[in-house]
């Protein structure tokens, strides 16, 4: 399969009181209509988004709902997230239809996985964040699992982080840039470095920089990460404050970017390699996040699908003074 894909700002709808219920189901929608869904597919959209939006009113008293359209295997899917700081809950008695902890008949995340070609979750003392993503109906094995949150900085129009991914037969090619500081013009830079990694994105990741560098060149520059996964192994290349980790069940690994802005002359620029990553989770995320986050700090959390991670990293860790872009994806031998 190959595929390449711009990421976009994921659309956060505030549910604060039933009348944004409605906002929410309006917003999904939307996005499953741009997505090229039929009547009932868009409607298992709304009826998920619906359901997502009373549980966090019932529950949680508060919340938000992320919305995005998101890459699948040969066909778009909608994803809609519920991140909420409530009690938490779990999911495996939860699921059961009957099973209520509000007074409801109970069928709120039974529903939701009958719609859903994938559900997941996770909940605790901190919180909740529920995740539906809907592809078209016998699109079965449609989901590529990764997950990207993004947001600019409050009351901007504009986002000045950007990202895209690439998968081209077996190998897999990430992009993560964060424009310099925010508004117009570090989405300039940003858009610079995305529109010539789509263009030009096979080949070893120096290769590509120096290509993203020339590309950002007269824009305000920026931090730029580059990933290819192939074989087995992540090759990284990065410059500015781009952070990358490797995580498995019982490790994380930092991945090391030089110093420098991309799109100003900066020193000649090194990969490095790291083998044996298969089965690994590559996160990787702006400076709008906090680096304090580990994920050993949110038990069973690695295990969850990379959507789930990048949501609960944002709530938690979003400084809130910057554009925030965080991506995970699990690395698989695609072959």
């Known amino acids: ?16 009181d039933a009348t944004q219920i409605g906002q929410a189901r309006r ?32 529950h949680a008293g508060r919340g938000e709902i992320h919305v995005a359209i998101v890459p699948g295997r040969d ?60 592809y078209p109906r016998g699109a079965a094995q449609a989901d590529i699992r990764f997950g ?19 998968l081209s037969g077996s190998a897999l090619g990430v992009l993560l840039v ?3 500081g925010h508004g117009p013009a570090a989405y300039r830079a940003a858009a610079a470095c995305v529109e010539a990694y789509v263009a030009g994105h096979d080949g070893d990741p120096v290769d590509v920089m120096v290509r993203l560098n020339a590309a ?20 990284y290349c990065g410059v500015g404050n781009i952070a990358g980790s490797l995580v498995s ?26 083998p044996g990553t298969t089965g690994k989770l590559l996160v990787m995320h702006s400076d709008g996040l906090q680096s304090r986050w580990s994920l050993r700090d949110y038990p069973g959390l690695a295990n969850r699908h990379p959507a789930v991670i990048t949501s609960v990293l944002y709530r938690d860790f979003d400084r809130g003074r910057d554009d925030v872009t965080v991506f995970a994806i699990s690395l698989e031998d695609r072959a």
């Open 1 to 16: 399969m190959d595929l390449i894909v711009a990421g976009q700002p994921t659309l956060i709808v505030p549910v604060e």
């Open 27 to 58: 917003t999904a929608t939307k996005a499953a209509q741009d997505a090229g869904f039929d009547e009932a597919d868009t409607g298992r959209v709304a009826l998920v988004t619906t359901e997502l939006s009373t549980n966090v009113l019932r």
């Open 75 to 134: 066909t778009r899917g909608v994803q809609v997230i519920a991140v909420d700081r409530g009690p938490g809950f779990d999911l495996a008695v939860c699921l059961a239809d009957g099973h209520s902890t509000a007074g409801s008949r109970g069928e709120g995340l039974g529903a939701i996985r009958r719609q859903s070609q994938v559900m997941d979750a996770h909940a605790d003392h901190r919180g909740s964040v529920v995740l539906s993503r809907m």
């Open 148 to 166: 990207a949150t993004q947001q600019g900085l409050a009351g901007e129009p504009i986002c000045g982080d950007g990202w895209a991914m690439a």
């Open 178 to 180: 964060d424009g310099l």
């Open 216 to 235: 950002m060149s007269g824009t305000r520059g920026g931090a730029v990460a580059v990933v290819r996964h192939a074989g087995g192994t992540l090759r």
């Open 249 to 274: 069940a019982d490790a994380s690994r930092g991945l090391a970017s030089h110093p420098g802005i991309m799109g100003m002359a900066t020193r000649r620029m090194q990969a490095f390699d790291f």
